[in-house]
């Protein structure tokens, strides 16, 4: 079986509202659930997607935004008033489309995936059982971990479709 490490950046991604999902970390998931693969996420990354998520998408502050932008356009003659409105109607109910009350459970979710195991930095160390036999081993990236996925010889990737950078052959033989 595949083993693959995702990060804070992948939770973000899959958790977002349905608009912001990066549809190829939700494939990376999907395909955990139908066994395909084995996902491990470092324990901390839960929490660390908490702040993100509560304020990248917070759609207040983008409704404003869109107010504001609405009145310069109608007062520059940008915008004919029955357009302002239309934009003005929805911007009062973009608010209430945010899925931001849901987080918390949305996150509580991943703990209990079977197909999402949790990892600590104890567990990257050269006598652990959880990463020395894992077998091809492939990640996710995130610079905080890049040390220690170095030293336990984890391949790492840049995209959620695991094709970039391509791992060289001879990777899995390092000493």
Request: aromatic residues 8%; glycine residues 2%.
């Amino acid at each position: 079986m595949l083993h693959v490490f995702v990060e804070t950046n992948w939770v973000v991604d899959c958790t977002a509202p349905a608009h912001n999902k990066m549809l190829a970390a939700v494939d990376l998931l999907r395909r955990a659930k139908e066994g395909e693969l084995q996902l491990h996420l470092p324990a901390i990354c839960l929490a660390e997607a908490r702040h993100p998520l509560s304020t990248k998408f917070q759609p207040r502050p983008a409704a404003d935004r869109v107010r504001q932008f609405v009145t310069w356009a109608v007062s520059m003659q940008q915008l004919a008033p029955e357009q302002a409105e239309t934009v003005r109607r929805f911007a009062s109910n973009y608010p209430s489309l945010s899925h931001m009350t849901k987080l918390c459970s949305l996150l509580c979710s991943f703990e209990q995936m079977s197909c999402l195991k949790p990892v600590n930095e104890n567990s990257f160390s050269a006598n652990s059982t959880p990463i020395s036999n894992l077998g091809t081993r492939m990640v996710i990236p995130s610079r905080k971990l890049t040390e220690l996925y170095d030293r336990a010889n984890v391949w790492v990737y840049g995209d959620f479709l695991m094709q970039k950078p391509e791992m060289q052959p001879i990777w899995h033989y390092r000493s």
